[in-house]
């Protein structure tokens, strides 16, 4: 199982300084909270993909291919790829890029975004947003995977005898997970692949999330790639931690009403009970986590939200503190005493690279 964070990018101000960083302070900040998940022991890092304000990460493979630098072991992710508005040639090209420079510690999450003018800045109409992910990922599939493609659809110019370049390193590529809060059509398409699928379940109630993912782990059992709990399951969480459950309330309430994501919205009691958010002690945080098994099964992946709302980075840098030495060693254990032998691992590129030698 792979612990890790995912980071939306926000420039929030600080509602108890008044301070807002700017983009420069918040884009090292990224960068910093990075190399901080690696030195704590977590495994995964992933960036969000947004082309608006309050948000700064518009160019995640540039953000992680410098991240892919200053790192060594770090898997490095995206919380969203847009499918939708990126041409599916320059994410196969990128990500390809990505992958060389990193030794292969890359995956990628696609997904449709949640800013709805984000289509017509990129010449799309949103209400074609899932014909849209399902053709583009059509072809990202066949351009990753066939060194030699002619193709025909109905958003894009037609593609003849193209190859995209570098290839895929070691022929295997990155893995993919595709993302959704709403959509079944999504994981169907996910089911479809055999690949991952995300449910970042941090805003609606749990039971919204249980249907989605079921119906992706039956059709992924449909289409012969496995046992339905073999699937390849992801979460989302948020949490903010202090020694003293009371401390961490009374510290985070202030972020929580004015954050961009959330605030001003249900009450931080309602949203903690309704939603993965945890709020207290790292005790309280590995009891919620392992509560997730019981609703969604065993599952691969687990991404925590903690550098939103104008959390100054000194915070931060002590929540993945907390993470890395009280909370995921736990977690590791539990989990792994909890997964039957049958369940797969979290995917890397040493475990496909491996499965591709024994099937070539």
């Known amino acids: ?44 890092f992933a960036t969000g993909e947004h082309h608006n304000p309050p948000f700064v990460p518009s160019s995640p493979t540039t953000l992680l291919g410098y991240i892919a630098g200053r790192t060594e072991r770090i898997q490095l992710s995206t919380a969203t790829t847009l499918i939708t508005t990126n041409d599916p040639v320059k994410i196969a090209e990128d990500f390809a890029m990505l992958q060389h420079l990193a030794d292969g510690r890359v995956d990628l999450m696609l997904g449709r975004g949640n800013t709805g003018p984000v289509y017509p800045w990129f010449g799309q109409d949103i209400r074609t947003g899932i014909p849209l992910a399902i053709e583009n990922y059509a072809l990202l599939h066949r351009l990753w995977r066939e060194d030699v493609v002619d193709w025909e659809g109905r958003f894009r110019t037609p593609l003849q005898s193209f190859t995209a370049t ?23 398409q996910a089911a479809y692949y055999g690949d991952g699928f995300f449910a970042n379940n941090i805003f609606w109630p749990r039971g919204h999330f249980q249907r989605l993912i079921a119906l992706y782990r039956e059709r992924y059992e449909h289409y012969g790639h496995g046992a339905a709990d073999q699937a390849i399951v992801g979460l989302g969480g948020q949490v903010f931690m202090r020694r003293n459950s009371q401390d961490a309330v009374r510290e985070f309430r202030p972020y929580f009403d004015n954050a961009p994501v959330y605030g001003h919205g249900p009450s931080l009691e309602d949203f903690t009970e309704q939603t993965p958010l945890t709020v207290g002690s790292p005790q309280q945080v590995i009891e919620k986590t392992l509560s997730f098994r019981e609703s969604f099964g065993d599952y691969q992946r687990q991404l925590f939200l903690m550098d939103h709302a104008g959390l100054p980075l000194k915070t931060v840098l002590e929540q993945l503190d907390l993470l890395g030495e009280e909370v ?12 039957p032998a049958h369940v797969p691992d979290a995917p890397t590129h040493t475990a496909l690279r491996a499965a591709r030698a024994v099937t070539a």
């Open 1 to 44: 199982m792979q612990f890790g964070i995912f980071t939306v990018g926000d420039v929030t101000t600080d509602p108890t300084t008044g301070r807002t960083p700017n983009e420069a302070e918040r884009i090292k900040a990224m960068v910093a909270i990075a190399e901080k998940a690696e030195e704590v022991g977590l495994d995964v």
């Open 166 to 188: 570098p290839r895929p390193l070691d022929g295997v590529p990155p893995f993919v997970w595709h993302g959704s809060i709403r959509s079944p059509e999504i994981a169907e």
């Open 328 to 339: 995921v060693p736990v977690l590791r254990r539990e989990f792994a005493a909890l997964k």
